[in-house]
């Protein structure tokens, strides 16, 4: 039944790539890094402009606000950094927050995590992938132009190469990211080494706009609330920061304090870049608003619809190297690339997550093992379909989106953060010796400072967003928790349903024999096949069974029995009304009745055929009877499988799809070796 | 796997009814015409208005040619009426068009005239309901202000009766039509009376428009071509006429007189109130126009596109019983109902024609099946939707569409016919006789008459309509034949393909022992049921396997097993890839390598669940697993259910659907009487 649905996708998709086997190979350093924090350095890419944009409500003057903002924003990243280190050196095996919250805050608090985690990379796609569009945008004009059209096609293409089994690999992570890192840097630099030495004044293509603040001159309460939203903005460059905690087990040996020094050279960059762009967007008088066609103004008059806000970073650019220089261009399109791998981590890191809930029944059990592709694909479906509404709802404005973006974020910074406290005050509590005690009172320190900073954080970033698009996060936390509450209580009450007795009871008592029955309705090749196994099973009883649904066709059925000498015995079932379930199901149970210490074993010749049409053609019949003989009681059912020819090219499409490996293997890691095949146990 | 594809359709529909078994009962001729030819009758509420409609392009000058084209349609009429007598006398068995064409010119003429009839159930479903529309909202404005709208709302409503499993009865069907038939008859007798006897003077409400021809003063062969094509809309009087050949099995004895004789009385009423209807139309001055907006002139000015042409049996009805009057409301709401069984009938007659072709393996073989509700639910939403979307391009307007009715009844009466001649020379062949001899010739007289004058009208069709939309019916012809033609070329080749050969070969060879494996995930009900059944089978070696998909998991399932001292020997199969489909796939073939003459056994223990939502949580890698197993000869493989508590749901709804009775079986009769269950073989 697979094959049906997998159809239209196929078609779109082609066949997956035969690819080896992953090799077991670890992230050094340098590789770890681009691979890890894409998504947390692409943020710089728009977390400052975000900045701006909300102080600019006052006027142009509260832009001086911004280096404390900035600030903020700085030690805010190194309280989750230094935090996010006890992590990784408390849980190598990158469990990371799901893990934590679960094992130390109980499983409501691990939903939850796992609920806000699933939300963020929804909005990790919708956001990366709007300001990349963005930010290409700035240099090739066709693309903000039509922005929602773009960004839906990027996210159709990562869908498709996703499916498609594209592995993950270092390098590609590791060449635009470096480009952009030292882009920006670069940046940077020559535009300190411009202003500060040789003098220049550098114009921002916006510096010549004025701005009409919405509230002039607000102060007090208003003002803070106006800074605390505009910090919260800034706060957008901490997401992803966890990602490095779920990818200890990629790292070369020693694991966990690689992981630690990635995590902090990770921060380092991103705040550098961070400060950089808001000092070089000061310098350089960079504009922007809200509304820009409404609040900036050229000569006193509104700029108008037309007008097109290009992202802070490009503006840069173009004050220091030039609008339509060859850096200009090469920053744009290596930032816009970084915002796509950062997209990208997330339809690798959707997976991951999906498999460890599924360990826990939160999720479809298939999801757990690897390599399936068809819940794989599901997944990133859902992923992807769910991305590009938010895409279409919210025009592809990454402004709009991001107000969306920080709750999850927090939400599982804070449950983590409180989980890693309980964490030190556990193994405190066992712990004797004065040394490592002294190390865990300090470890416990960081981490219930990173979950006050955090909680914090959080609550003003649903203070100042919930009404602006904050509710949306929510509720998609709130649907996610509760699917997966309701799949957990259905597993847990199966397994109480189906757990075994310790005393064996009338359902497990071994039956006393078998009455076997096979359908028949020609005599061909399958039928001959599923007869002559059926014989060699050696149950009590044998006998072939037919339903005469066409009077012309069970002669020649029954000539044919006498002619070929079949040595078993054939019933024929009558069925007036030329139904074919139900004489059969009746025929069961009147053999269950007679001796209901017995099993009925029900044999059925099966065509196995390539194509999804050819299964409209046949064994319809035979699936139907089958569906509704599991309903009986004592009854067993045997697909004997007739290979037709045509079945070949679903034999290759089955292997080549067996080839296939999930994207996302390189940040997971491989998995724990264990002796290949092990002995027998009884 | 039904149970997906049906649940949007249950939520729709409903369980279906409980209905008591097809009583045998036997229609006798009084409730047999009104079940028959609700389709025929009916059709005189439109035939006559698309003759006046035609001609009034000469203008209304040219309406005193339509007497002799409603004479013409009488005679056709009579002919095909005198044809179809010897069809049901030859044809007992009920076999229509189709077994008529088949049987005596070959597969090809066989499928043409299927292709034929299959379209034309999808026009009688869209000119029917399109016609009713119109009727109706004579009565009630609304409904013609909202045509397009009513018309699919009607499609849906029969559509969902039908999916419901509401029966035919033979009295639903007799109250309206016998109303609308003595309904017509006392319009015809009264406005006669009246006309001529009380020598009022009685006005359609459009007797006082003028007509304003598209041609003035046609002469020659413009006007035979006119007149031709004004013809071949009246014929549409003629369609359903074949449907009594199809149902002579449900009459009382002797079946084929009695089926005679209502296609005399039924051809008798049709003519009759065809010509009245045509005699009062222009008694009262009925003015009708192909495109009446534009044609229709009231003091010299065009009505204009506000202007709504009612049908002429309504218009009628006006001048003789006062517009808004009882009468006029009671027809016009009987003329609807009418035209609404009319079309019902094509809800019947779909799947009793598609389980004739799949007899002859055109169509998918569960067709032939009765009372797969499945198969017989897809048909009619085919039908429906096929219906739903002509109405929907010709804005439910039943003169456009009327254009594409008539050249599949005439393709299929035509090619009727001639089978029938080639029958009587079959016969006359062998027969001596000379009184049978005489009765044949005449028969055959009579039959080869009705093939060239129905032959004539086809090509009179063809040539007048062609470009008016008969193509669209044609093209529709062809992909049905052209599919159906595909789908038995695949049955032919494989049924070639498993032809059991008379030397016992390699793949029907008895094997010699079975390896039997049970799956296990984890020691439960559902386990340890399927080793008990495995046990009993006796097989000549029996394990049970386990996938290490997790440590602990495996572990666990280790102790248990040495725990409950279970003792069937347990393997363990790694997995360092978590996959569970793979490892199994390998230890099947290694063990077929290793006694490639045996069969293995697997079996897996399954859950049954009773909503489809549980599926997506159960069984799946089981389902994977199995339909990659079919894929590797030399395996059988059996499942072992457990029904959860859940499963009752599903067991309860498998049972009501079980219940259901495909409709039309009132038309089809009973099938032939056999002994309840007849005795083995050998």
Redesign the interface.
């Known amino acids: 039944?697979?094959?049906?649905t997998d159809v239209p996708k196929r078609i779109l998709i082609g066949r997956a790539l035969r690819s080896d086997?992953?090799g077991e190979t670890l992230l050094p350093k340098r590789i770890a890094l681009p691979v890890f924090a894409s998504d947390p350095l692409s943020s710089v890419a728009y977390a400052p402009g975000e900045v701006l944009l909300v102080l600019s409500i006052a006027g142009v003057s509260a832009y001086h606000f911004s280096p404390w903002i900035a600030l903020a924003v700085v030690v805010l990243m190194f309280t989750v950094v230094a935090s996010y280190r006890q992590n990784v050196h408390a849980y190598p095996s990158g469990g990371g927050d799901y893990e934590v919250a679960n094992t130390n805050l109980g499983p409501r608090a691990g939903l939850t995590v796992a609920s806000a985690l699933l939300v963020d990379y929804v909005l990790t796609v919708a956001v990366s992938i709007s300001s990349g569009v963005e930010n290409l945008g700035s240099a090739v004009p066709f693309v903000v132009e039509h922005k929602v059209l773009c960004a839906i096609g990027i996210i159709v293409l990562l869908t498709l190469m996703n499916l498609r089994g594209v592995r993950e690999s270092g390098k590609l992570f590791a060449i635009p990211t470096y480009v952009f890192v030292a882009g920006v840097f670069i940046m940077i630099v020559w535009g300190a080494f411009r202003g500060l030495v040789l003098g220049d004044t550098m114009s921002a293509p916006t510096a010549d706009l004025e701005i009409a603040p919405e509230h002039q001159g607000l102060a007090g309460f208003a003002m803070v609330f106006l800074l605390l939203r505009a910090f919260s903005s800034g706060c957008a460059a901490l997401t992803g920061v966890e990602a490095i905690s779920n990818g200890v087990p990629a790292f070369r040996k020693p694991k966990s304090r690689n992981a630690a020094t990635t995590l902090a050279m990770m921060g380092l960059l991103a705040v550098t870049m961070f400060c950089g762009i808001i000092g070089l967007a000061l310098a350089t008088g960079v504009r922007m608003a809200e509304t820009p066609a409404h609040d900036l103004l050229r000569d006193g008059v509104p700029v108008g619809d037309g007008y097109v806000q290009n992202p802070v970073i490009t503006q840069v650019a173009a004050a220091v190297f030039g609008d339509g220089t060859f850096f200009f261009v090469l920053l744009a399109a290596a930032t816009a690339l970084v915002l796509f791998l950062a997209a990208n981590t997330a339809y690798n890191g959707f997976p991951l997550l999906g498999s460890i809930l599924a360990?826990d029944r939160y999720l479809?059990?298939?999801l757990?093992?690897?390599?399936?592709r068809?819940?794989f694909s599901n997944g990133i479906v859902l992923l992807a379909g769910a991305a590009a509404l938010l895409v279409w709802i919210y025009g592809a404005d990454s402004t709009r989106l991001i107000q969306l973006y920080i709750v999850g974020v927090f939400v599982s910074f804070t449950l983590s953060q409180i989980g890693m406290v309980r964490h030190w005050n556990r193994h405190l509590a066992g712990e004797k010796d004065p040394a490592r005690r002294r190390h865990m009172v300090r470890s416990r320190a960081i981490n219930a400072f990173g979950a006050f900073f955090t909680g914090l954080v959080l609550v003003v970033v649903l203070v100042t967003k919930f009404s602006h698009g904050a509710w949306v996060a929510l509720l998609g936390m709130v649907i996610f928790y509760a699917t997966m509450s309701v799949?957990r209580r259905?597993?847990d009450r199966?397994?109480d349903?189906?757990?075994?007795?310790d005393e064996?009871q009338d359902?497990?008592?071994?039956?006393?024999?078998?009455h076997s029955v096979v359908l028949v309705s020609k005599?061909?090749?399958?039928?001959?096949?599923a007869l002559?196994?059926a014989?060699?099973?050696?149950?009590h009883t044998l006998?072939a069974l037919s339903v005469?649904?066409?009077?012309a066709e069970t002669k020649a059925l029954?000539d044919e029995?006498?002619r070929?000498g079949?040595?078993v015995?054939?019933?024929?079932?009558?069925s007036?009304?030329?139904?074919?379930?139900?004489p059969v199901i009746e025929y069961v149970k009147s053999l269950r009745r007679e001796s209901p210490r017995d099993?009925v074993?029900v044999?059925i010749p099966?065509?196995?055929v390539g194509h999804w049409y050819?299964h409209?053609?046949?064994n319809?019949?035979a699936?139907?009877l089958?569906?509704?003989?599991?309903?009986t009681?004592g009854?067993?059912?045997?697909?004997?499988?007739?290979?037709?020819?045509s079945?070949e090219v679903?034999?290759r499409r089955?292997r080549s799809r067996?080839d296939w490996?999930a994207p996302g293997t390189v940040r997971r890691g491989p998995?724990?070796?264990?002796?290949?095949?092990?002995s027998?146990?009884?």
């Not at 757990?368 to 399936?372: E, V």
């Not at 015995?569 to 009558?574: E, R």
């Not at 009854?635 to 020819?645: A, F, I, K, N, R």
């Open positions: 039944m697979s094959k049906l086997r992953l360990q479809p059990r298939q757990h093992t690897r390599g399936d068809l819940a799949i259905h597993y199966v397994a349903e189906i757990a075994a007795p064996p359902d497990v008592v071994r039956p006393s024999r078998v005599v061909h090749r399958p039928t001959l096949r002559s196994y014989k060699v099973m050696r149950s006998e005469n649904v066409d009077a029954r029995w006498v070929r079949i040595d015995p054939l019933k024929v079932l009558d007036p009304y030329r139904e074919i379930t139900r099993v074993s044999v099966e065509y196995v050819e409209l053609l046949h319809q019949s699936l139907r089958k569906s509704r003989l599991l309903f009681p009854v067993m059912v045997t697909s004997v499988p007739y290979q037709l020819e079945s679903a034999k089955a067996q490996h998995a724990p070796q264990r002796d290949k095949e092990s027998p146990t009884s």
